[in-house]
């Protein structure tokens, strides 16, 4: 930083200059843990529904609006193709919101007395981001759907 | 917790596919949001819901904080027969609400 001589009382500005610089050394390594933190937590959330199991794409549609004004209620609807009879149908539908500070939303348990596999709720954001929509079927294979949201105005307290 | 408010079908044949709505007042309180004490507010919501016909259960849902507050639900049936819906909305702590609705079959 800024070499002064002995004695020397700190001016405002280096004062300020050192605060600036110790602000910056510090806050840049805990964004980056804090951006990891959260990515282990929306994956380890993911691989506590699927397991070891590949998740395919196809058959399950995850609608959200493009660009949420209001992050504390986004309107959603998950929906799988299926016939929904006893030997095949949808078990589950879970919901994750990656950059959320919990990033599981909703699990939602279907049976064949559901006729069709769609639900509709609505879910908070906390900021712009991926949200996933993960199937789960009767013959244990799994479908995932992921969409970028962009939010305008956060959910989740604050 | 208040009274839910619940839509039906106006009726439904043996077969159909019915839409079910629901909606319950409710915070849903995140548990993550600090109020003017500058405390953090303790989470309240409601974490599970439940609906069940003629006594089989067709639809359950396990609510997170990541849903709104006054959690809306819809969801789907295929109406076996005449018969009765109990709806199920559990709050942490254990306390629950449960409505009836009857479903008319033609």
């Known amino acids: 930083m800024l070499s002064r001589m002995p004695g020397d009382q700190p001016s405002r500005r280096t004062f300020t200059l050192g605060v600036a610089a110790a602000v910056t050394a510090f806050a840049v390594p805990a964004t980056a843990a804090l951006a990891q933190d959260q990515v282990q937590a929306w994956e380890l959330a993911v691989r506590k529904i699927v397991g070891e199991a590949k998740p395919s794409e196809g058959k399950f549609a995850l609608e959200l609006p493009e660009i949420a004004e209001n992050g504390n209620t986004v309107p959603f609807t998950v929906s799988v193709e299926s016939p929904m009879t006893e030997k095949d149908h949808v078990k589950a539908i879970h919901v994750i919101a990656t950059a959320n500070p919990q990033p599981g939303v909703a699990t939602f348990r279907l049976t064949p007395l559901s006729g069709k596999a769609a639900v509709s709720s609505r879910l908070r954001l906390a900021r712009t981001q991926d949200v996933i929509g993960i199937a789960e079927l009767s013959d244990g294979r799994f479908l995932m759907a992921k969409r970028p949201v962009k939010v305008t105005i956060g959910g989740c307290g604050g | ?106």
């Open chain 2, 1 to 106: 917790m208040t009274k839910p408010r619940i839509k039906l079908p106006e009726s439904a044949k043996v077969g159909e596919v019915i839409e079910i709505k629901t909606l319950i007042s409710h915070v849903m309180e995140t548990g993550q949001r600090r109020g003017t004490d500058g405390n953090l507010v303790p989470r309240s919501i409601i974490n599970n819901f439940t609906a069940k016909y003629a006594g089989a259960e067709v639809f359950k849902a396990e609510l997170h904080p990541g849903i709104s507050a006054n959690p809306y639900l819809s969801f789907f049936m295929k109406v076996p027969g005449p018969g009765e819906f109990e709806f199920s909305w559990t709050e942490d702590g254990g306390k629950q609400i449960t409505e009836k609705a009857k479903l008319n079959v033609v």
